[in-house]
């Protein structure tokens, strides 16, 4: 678990079940994209779950002064951009094998074990390509092209203008289109990246 | 994707397929998402959430757990000094640094990690056992999921991939320059500073004529115009710019 210098006290110890059911409800809803979206910016084995945890423990702090009209998972994935850019910073060496005690990937039910292959190599790939981007068009393109969070939701949860998101993503589009044709070619085509071809 | 504020083109369909296979990823298990979840109650309670109670029914456990951390750490104390005494006794000199810095070890400030580990575990030993009343977990929940695509798999890399990451890199030095040039403007315009700004974007438009970020530097020039230029000149920009971009989606966006 990571601690970025905070300090136990043991007089604020309080047990498990005195935590708001609010608090439980909203990890049981977000988990899985908060761990998800600290994958898609980098986030590997070990560190996966210590920063999945470190996302909702700040998140629960800063739950009070959260605004109750603006959607939680954006706000959240925010927070996960935060304290991925923080574990840089620290010069973290973000571990990319995975550990015991790793966040599995749970594989799709139903799915024959050669399909199962081929869906996890493709996700991979993904992932690999998303390295391929700086952290700041990373967060944006993750956010608007797997997460599915709006342009304004984007701004908001990455405290930029959202002229700046949209140039972002812009360039994201086509370096991850480029990176896909220079994986391959064959694929990744023409009007990717929304570039006009009036000019 | 659908955005209140800009229309995007749609990607291209390969990349698009290969996304979607990433979107449905799935959940944590149950097992990793309570380990999870007990670890950010134990850090909770310890770091106080505003508006939660601070008198615990397991305040109780307290002084056994302050007991179990001093008692350790004198014991630990008591051991390194009875180690130094030997060195001691065989020389004064030599004796009295060891024992002054055994003696700073046992009494001087601890590690700032450690008594975080140490409680830690301790809580965790007693924790379970301390709260029977700890709620079942709830079943992990999965976004809904769309129909399954058939995954695409990419063959090995491309032939002669030097000269194409060569280009890349190249490539990727101009994007962050046009994006530091036009950060400028934008950073101008926003402190007021209009002409500041359209000096950016000429200097921008005679480095980069056809730059990746062309359009957003030819938006940004008809916004810093609006600010100060006169009605032709604002005019003269905005027609241009329509006439570039004319499937731009800047320019009809409320909040840009």
Redesign the interface.
Do not use: H
């Given at each position: 678990?990571t601690?970025f210098?905070?300090?136990?006290?043991?007089?604020?110890?309080?047990?498990?079940?005195?935590?708001?059911d609010e608090?439980?409800a909203i990890?049981?809803?977000e988990?899985?994209?908060v761990?998800?979206s600290l994958?898609?910016l980098g986030a590997r084995g070990r560190d996966l779950?210590d920063l999945?945890?470190e996302v909702?423990?700040r998140a629960?702090?800063q739950?009070?002064s959260f605004d109750r009209t603006r959607a939680i998972r954006p706000w959240l994935f925010g927070i996960a951009f935060r304290v991925m850019a923080e574990a840089r910073r620290h010069s973290w060496k973000l571990r990319t094998a995975g550990g015991a005690?790793a966040?599995?990937?749970?594989?799709?039910p139903g799915a024959t074990p050669e399909?199962a292959a081929?869906?996890a190599?493709?996700?991979r790939?993904?992932?690999e390509l998303l390295e391929e981007l700086s952290p700041e068009r990373r967060a944006v393109f993750v956010m608007?092209?797997?997460n599915?969070d709006?342009?304004?939701e984007i701004a908001g949860a990455l405290g930029i203008?959202?002229?700046?998101a949209?140039?972002r993503?812009?360039?994201a589009?086509?370096?991850?289109?480029?990176?896909?044709r220079?994986?391959?070619?064959s694929?990744?085509?023409?009007?990717?990246g929304?570039?006009?071809d009036?000019? | 994707?659908?955005?209140?504020?800009?229309e995007?083109?749609?990607?291209?369909a390969?990349?698009e397929a290969?996304?979607r296979?990433?979107?449905?990823?799935?959940?944590?298990?149950g097992a990793?998402?309570e380990?999870?979840?007990?670890?950010?109650?134990?850090?909770?309670?310890?770091?106080?959430?505003?508006?939660?109670?601070?008198a615990?029914?397991?305040?109780h456990?307290?002084p056994r757990?302050?007991g179990r951390i001093e008692v350790g750490g004198t014991g630990i104390g008591k051991l390194m000094l009875l180690k130094a005494l030997p060195w001691m006794a065989v020389s004064l000199a030599v004796g009295s640094i060891g024992g002054f810095v055994a003696g700073h070890r046992v009494t001087g400030p601890r590690a700032?990690?450690a008594?975080?580990l140490k409680?830690?575990e301790a809580?965790e030993r007693v924790?379970p056992a301390?709260?029977p009343?700890?709620?079942p977990l709830?079943p992990?929940?999965?976004?809904p999921r769309p129909a399954?695509t058939a995954?695409?798999?990419?063959?090995p890399?491309?032939p002669s991939?030097h000269g194409?990451?060569k280009q890349?890199a190249r490539?990727?030095d101009h994007?962050a320059e046009e994006?530091a040039l036009?950060?400028q403007a934008?950073s101008a315009l926003?402190a007021g500073n209009w002409s500041t700004a359209l000096a950016e974007i000429d200097a921008y438009d005679r480095r980069y004529p056809?730059g990746?970020?062309?359009?957003?530097a030819a938006w940004?020039g008809v916004r810093a115009c609006q600010r100060g230029c006169d009605v032709a000149s604002t005019q003269s920009r905005l027609l241009d710019f329509r006439r570039?971009?004319?499937?731009?989606p800047?320019g009809k966006?409320s909040?840009?």
């Open positions: 678990m601690n210098g905070r300090s136990l006290n043991f007089s604020q110890v309080v047990s498990l079940s005195q935590l708001p608090l439980r990890y049981d809803a988990v899985g994209n761990v998800n994958r898609r779950e999945t945890q909702f423990v629960f702090q739950l009070p005690e966040p599995e990937e749970v594989t799709d399909r081929e869906i190599q493709t996700r790939l993904v992932l608007y092209e797997l599915g709006s342009m304004t203008p959202l002229f700046t949209y140039s993503l812009r360039v589009r086509a370096q991850f289109a480029a990176l896909v220079e994986r391959d070619p694929l990744g085509g023409a009007g990717s929304g570039k006009d009036s000019k | 994707m659908s955005d209140s504020n800009l995007l083109p749609p990607l291209d390969d990349v290969l996304l296979i990433e979107r449905d990823r799935p959940s944590v298990g990793q998402a380990r999870m979840w007990r670890a950010i109650a134990l850090e909770l309670g310890a770091v106080a959430i505003p508006g939660a109670a601070q615990s029914p397991a305040s456990l307290l757990l302050r700032s990690l008594p975080v409680q830690r809580v924790g301390a709260v009343e700890l709620a709830a992990p929940v999965e976004p399954t995954p695409i798999v990419l063959g890399a491309a991939p194409r990451r890349t490539s990727d994007l994006e036009l950060g934008e926003r056809t990746e970020l062309a359009e957003e940004l570039r971009f004319p499937t731009s800047l966006s909040g840009d």
